[in-house]
């Protein structure tokens, strides 16, 4: 099945033309960014160009399961680097007993593995959090989401061969972009618990180091050259151009751990220091078909969206259910892609609208039969809303 994590049989020479090609593409990117990147970018509605952050229109995020690459959302906190592939270097360091500076060519060497997972911003539907009290950040609608097929070497057997010290107990992931916050200057980081890192299940790997999405080299917006992918966890731990891996004994003192991605009601220093970072993406559905404010016709209207399970390893989607009455009754939908743990799901449904009809709403059960909560609560950075999404209609 597509989901399954594999080994791969790949040509290395194949492997390195193909990363070659995306370097030279991306050598090309000037200041201004090249052409055929802006080409992908006029398919998204852009936030904000300096950093990127773009999403799809939604009924183009549900075309397909896999979502194509013109179709994925980008989230970027700072510059979008230029990295020749020729000299790029990986590192790993730390609590290993053998420290490594891999090239592309020996990141290769290692065998080659995909998994289909989904990525989510962890300020996905952030805009619904802004209308019971604005929140700063980028104002994501539903589209920060997109499922892709992933390949690479698994960041466990880097580890291994390493060899990882007993008292290790996280991994640090350190990116070659440059970001500008309250003054000072540093690179975006994230870190897992050793033991994800370390997982080496059929369906998944814990961290994947793609080099590829969608069976093609790693564009500028994703990662190029080399990413991690964290299946189950929020965006924000799958790091962009991955330059450094540290094995530690304690989470990572980068920004976007230690003071990012974390639940808080206010924001105090104090608040911020007590909570743990955000680490597993939660249950959640939105419909993408009919838009908000869409004049429906009175009979049958068909209804599409997507379904997202929570990063729990061995949990799906079990069911989605669709109200035209606000809830006061639910019609089940179809599910219409495959079911996997870490993945989205697409569905569609059919409800008769008539002139009593003002809002669609969705929600999605889990394989443990937990249900999407009606409603959330507030928190100042806008993370992980996820309650029954409405769309309201003409």
């Known amino acids: 099945m597509i989901h399954t994590s594999l080994a791969l049989p790949i040509d290395r020479r194949f492997f390195l033309r193909q990363l070659s090609a995306g370097a030279i593409g991306l050598?090309?990117?000037?200041?201004?960014?090249?052409?055929?990147?802006?080409?992908?970018?006029?398919?998204?509605?852009?936030?904000?160009?300096?950093?990127?952050?773009?999403?799809?229109?939604?009924?183009?995020?549900?075309?397909?399961?896999?979502?194509?690459?013109?179709?994925?959302?980008?989230?970027?906190?700072?510059?979008?680097?230029?990295?020749?592939?020729?000299?790029?270097?990986?590192?790993?360091?730390?609590?290993?007993?053998?420290?490594?500076?891999?090239?592309?060519?020996?990141?290769?060497?290692?065998?080659?593995?995909?998994?289909?997972?989904?990525?989510?911003?962890?300020?996905?539907?952030?805009?619904?959090?802004?209308?019971?009290?604005?929140?700063?950040?980028?104002?994501?609608?539903?589209?920060?989401?997109?499922?892709?097929?992933?390949?690479?070497?698994?960041?466990?057997?880097?580890?291994?061969?390493?060899?990882?010290?007993?008292?290790?107990?996280?991994?640090?992931?350190?990116?070659?972009?440059?970001?500008?916050?309250?003054?000072?200057?540093?690179?975006?980081?994230?870190?897992?618990?050793?033991?994800?890192?370390?997982?080496?299940?059929?369906?998944?790997?814990?961290?994947?180091?793609?080099?590829?999405?969608?069976?093609?080299?790693?564009?500028?917006?994703?990662?190029f050259p080399v990413r991690t992918i964290v299946p189950g966890y929020i965006g924000a731990r799958s790091v962009k151009w991955l330059s450094k891996i540290v094995v530690s004994d304690r989470p990572s003192p980068n920004h976007f751990v230690a003071d990012v991605y974390k639940l808080v009601d206010e924001g105090t220093l104090l608040e911020v220091a007590e909570n743990a970072p955000i680490y597993r993406m939660p249950l959640n559905s939105a419909i993408c078909s009919p838009s908000a404010g869409t004049a429906l016709k009175s009979g049958r209207v068909e209804v599409v969206g997507y379904a997202l399970p929570p990063g729990v390893p061995g949990v799906s989607i079990r069911k989605v259910e669709v109200s035209g009455d606000a809830g006061r009754s639910w019609i089940e939908a179809k599910l219409t892609s495959p079911a996997s743990e870490f993945c989205w799901q697409l569905w569609s449904a059919e409800i008769t609208a008539n002139s009593a009809t003002k809002e669609l709403i969705v929600r999605a059960i889990d394989s443990r039969g937990e249900v999407q909560p009606e409603t959330v609560r507030w928190n100042a950075k806008g993370y992980l809303f996820n309650a029954w999404h409405h769309v309201p209609v003409n």
């Open 27 to 223: 050598i090309c990117v000037s200041g201004h960014r090249g052409s055929a990147l802006a080409a992908d970018e006029s398919r998204l509605l852009v936030h904000s160009k300096a950093p990127m952050n773009a999403e799809p229109p939604l009924p183009d995020l549900v075309r397909s399961w896999v979502t194509p690459v013109e179709s994925f959302f980008i989230r970027s906190h700072g510059n979008t680097p230029e990295i020749n592939a020729d000299s790029f270097r990986l590192s790993l360091e730390g609590m290993v007993e053998h420290p490594l500076t891999l090239s592309l060519a020996e990141l290769g060497r290692f065998e080659q593995h995909a998994v289909t997972a989904t990525l989510t911003c962890a300020g996905n539907r952030r805009s619904e959090h802004s209308r019971v009290k604005p929140v700063k950040g980028v104002q994501w609608r539903e589209g920060a989401i997109g499922n892709a097929k992933w390949g690479g070497a698994r960041l466990s057997e880097l580890l291994k061969k390493a060899g990882v010290r007993d008292s290790a107990k996280h991994v640090w992931f350190e990116g070659l972009d440059s970001v500008d916050d309250g003054g000072k200057t540093f690179a975006f980081g994230g870190s897992i618990p050793l033991e994800k890192a370390l997982l080496e299940r059929d369906a998944a790997p814990g961290a994947l180091l793609a080099t590829t999405m969608n069976d093609k080299p790693l564009t500028a917006d994703h990662g």
